[in-house]
């Protein structure tokens, strides 16, 4: 089953760090990722740019509105994300747990739907009579 290990960080925190401290988190997670890659469970990684480049839409009563930045003001930003496929969730919360995120952030984990309103039927998605 493949799960989604987001990592909500403060952003702030990263500029304040050395470059000493930088350094030893970047070689965090690349050791994270490698073991991911190596176990054979890493499907894709990315990571995000800052919240400042962040563009926000919505429609309400029919009127786009348009905002810089994300749409909830909070302490913690998503800055990335981990795709795995592993046997059960047991499975991801243990590679959750390894992530240098859960050291000074939230690593939330949640399960993937297979396939899109375009590559299942939609009776898939609706809920029963």
Do not use: C, N
Not at 76 to 82: A, P, R, S, V
């Amino acid at each position: 089953m493949k799960y989604l290990l987001m990592d909500y960080v403060e952003e702030k925190g990263w500029p304040e760090l050395s470059k000493e401290d930088q350094t030893r988190w970047l070689g965090a997670y690349k050791a994270y990722m490698q073991a991911m890659a190596d176990a054979g469970v890493l499907e894709d990684s990315k990571g995000l740019q800052p919240t400042t480049t962040a563009t926000t839409l919505r429609i309400r009563d029919g009127k786009t509105q348009v905002q810089d930045g994300p749409f909830a003001d909070t302490k913690e930003q998503l800055g990335g994300f981990h795709l795995i496929e592993v046997d059960d969730l047991d499975a991801a919360l243990a590679w959750a747990a390894r992530s240098p995120t859960a050291l000074h952030g939230t690593v939330e984990v949640r399960p993937v739907v297979e396939g899109t309103f375009l590559t299942r039927d939609i009776a898939d998605f609706v809920k029963p009579a």
